[in-house]
């Protein structure tokens, strides 16, 4: 998703969500989805404003955006890939495939490369475990990654 920050009115966002969810502690995480899926990312400085709409503590709110890897705090790249972490596809040669993609890719994990063309990050678990190792591209499941398959996926993220 491209981010489109400079459009947003943060403050605006959060209360309209809290004047029609509520300001509970239980409205964070659905709140933060929220955020990332008009913003692209939580931005640190959105922080201070959701823990006080929520009655939270910074740290709480910090805590949570930091605990769960879906959470993004910067801008994504144009292009998104995601690489399966989790037993099985690391059974499945997942470390091996992960620093082979980070090469061809030319970006570390969990990072945006320079140029802003591709971000690669890990997910853990896809459900499709029995044909890993698995991967996400621009929300779409590869199966069985191997360096042809790197291959492919570098060529489509150069688009
Ligand atoms: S462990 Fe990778 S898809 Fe389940």
Redesign the pocket.
Known sequence: MQSHEASVDMKRLIEDWVHLHGRTRDQLLPLLHAIQEEVGFIDDAAVPLIAQALNLSRADVHGVVTFYHDFRRMPAGRHVVKL?R????QARG?AAIEVAAAQRLGVPMGATRRDGQVTLEPVY?????AV???ALVDGRPVARIDAAAIERIAQEVAA
Do not use: H, K
């Open positions: 399966c989790a037993e099985s596809c997942g678990c896809l459900g499709l475990c890993g190792p698995n």
